[in-house]
């Protein structure tokens, strides 16, 4: 199969070039650069110039293709709405091209906020949320209505792995700047967490074997309390690990203080038993005493 991949370059899109690469299938990755290009060649794929701007390129790419999988997001939150509503565009002008196909379209989702404080399953719907302007799986579910066979894969918050950037690494510039690992509260809160090659293989799942309209987790751990995760920060920094209160967050951690004390539990059973998915990678709390996450940080 021939698969055409937004951010093919990034770090789960460049897992999911590697993944399909190995599995046998066609790679087609969006580059936007010349940079981006290269890397992408190195890899065997081939390269289809454009950006997530560029709604030609988008669709001249998914019609060259037997599926699409979108990976792509700028994620320059200074500019959220503007890139949510770029994503928005984007995925309206691949289902456009995929329209009445039978070709598939796999969108990039999370598991954060779907249900917090319980565990979340594959069945739970979002519910709408106006003050937050992404939404991939409205789009995801309108462009199935119109006859596309779109699939969501939701994310984990902590996707790990060698050359993470997202919430982990975050932690431990945070915690290197105040000089503590902290957590707020009792730090009993959990987060889900996969391991970015495990996230990979299941794309290729869904790809081959997943249904319009579902959404599948991307969980290999249901919850790992926030407070292990800053005790082996603080160990491996050689920092005090310390509670702080939940009024303090925002102060301590700056802007991802709104996510350090979110309970967002989340299940992969009904995934697993679909598609025979069986995550095999390190564990967060394992992958995270490595000591790359602590010097590219």
């Known amino acids: ?29 969006l580059a936007r650069s ?27 790419g998914a019609l060259a293709a037997d599926g699409v999988i979108h ?9 959220f709405a503007e890139n949510s509503a770029a994503e928005r565009r984007a995925l309206e ?16 989702s999370g598991v954060a906020l779907l249900a917090p404080g319980r565990i979340a399953n594959e069945g ?24 596309v066979r779109a699939s969501v894969v939701r994310l984990a918050p902590s996707v790990h ?16 700047e105040k000089g503590v ?26 790809l081959e074997k997943g249904d319009a309209g579902a959404c599948y987790h991307a969980v290999a751990e249901e919850g790992v309390p926030f407070s292990e995760i800053a005790s082996v920060i603080g160990r ?16 301590h951690f700056g802007w991802i203080g709104m996510f350090t004390a979110l309970d967002i539990p989340a299940s992969s059973q009904r995934t697993r038993e679909r598609l025979g998915w069986q995550p095999g990678g390190p564990a967060l709390l394992a992958d995270i005493e490595q000591a790359g996450y602590y010097t590219q940080s």
Not at 181 to 206: C, E, I, K, Q, T
């Open 1 to 29: 199969m021939k698969v055409f991949v937004t951010g093919a370059t990034g770090f789960v899109g460049s897992a999911v070039v590697k993944e399909l690469i190995n599995a046998g299938h066609t790679v087609l990755g």
């Open 34 to 60: 010349e940079t981006a290009a290269a890397s992408l060649a190195a890899t065997g794929a081939q390269v289809h110039r454009g950006s997530l701007e560029d709604i030609d390129s988008l669709q001249r």
């Open 71 to 79: 990976t792509a997001f700028n994620h320059d939150f200074s500019k």
């Open 93 to 108: 002008a691949l289902g456009a091209a995929l329209e009445g196909s039978d070709r598939p379209l796999i969108v990039t």
């Open 124 to 147: 739970d719907v979002r519910a709408p949320m106006p003050a937050f302007p992404r939404d991939p799986e409205e789009i995801a579910a309108s462009l199935t209505a119109r006859g």
């Open 161 to 176: 792995g060698n050359g993470d950037h997202g919430f982990v690494p975050m932690l431990i510039a945070v915690a290197r």
């Open 181 to 206: 690992s902290a957590y707020v509260g009792d730090g009993l809160n959990r987060w889900p967490a996969v391991h970015r090659f495990d996230a990979a293989h299941l794309y290729r799942l869904v």
């Open 236 to 251: 491996c920094l050689n920092l005090p690990v310390v509670s702080i209160n939940p009024e303090k967050a925002n102060e």
